[in-house]
């Protein structure tokens, strides 16, 4: 069993949002290792980074895609951070892997002050520079397809997933 696709993208990319709305394009089923991670914990997010640590965060991240990997067949969408591990990367390689991609000016509009993403709490515009430089290349690695998003409809981007999986 493999998803149908994995969505890859920093914060703001619509991985979530997009990934929703393909699913049920698709008439499939949809997840999001961000949710698994908070059914495991028993909390959100924010509170994982504030009482464990991102660590820990990125322990139960691993784990949790690795079983999303190997026991789920619709879209699944990873947090923009999963990539940054190594073996994460390597668990995705033969999957279809579409990297949804955002330059600063959309990302930044598109997360406000963070919305729940701990690591863009403070100073989000910076700290979005930073996580897209560092990440740009960890993205383009894993993915089998890139779809721009920037300037963007959620719908048009839709579309665009569905012309590469049908192709
Ligand atoms: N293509 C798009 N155009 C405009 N807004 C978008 C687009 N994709 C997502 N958004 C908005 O950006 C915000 C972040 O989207 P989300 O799906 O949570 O991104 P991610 O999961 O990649 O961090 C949401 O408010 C969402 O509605
Ligand atoms: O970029 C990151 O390191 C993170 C992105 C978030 O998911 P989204 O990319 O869906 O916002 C979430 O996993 C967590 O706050 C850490
Ligand atoms: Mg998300």
Known sequence: MAPVCVLVGAPGAGKTST??????????????????????????????????????????????????????????????????????RAVLAGHTVIYLSVELPDAVRRVGLGMGRPLLAINPRATLKYLLDQRRPLYEQVATSAVVTDGRTPEQVVDEILTILRS
């Open 19 to 88: 990934g929703q709305a393909l699913a049920a394009a698709l008439g499939v089923g949809f997840r999001d290792t961000d949710h698994d991670i908070e059914t495991i914990a028993g909390k959100p997010i924010p509170e994982i980074f504030i009482d464990e640590g991102e660590e820990h965060f990125r322990t139960l991240e691993r784990e949790a895609v690795a079983t999303a990997l190997a026991s789920f067949d619709g879209v699944l969408a990873l947090g923009g951070g999963a990539i940054l591990a190594e073996e994460t």
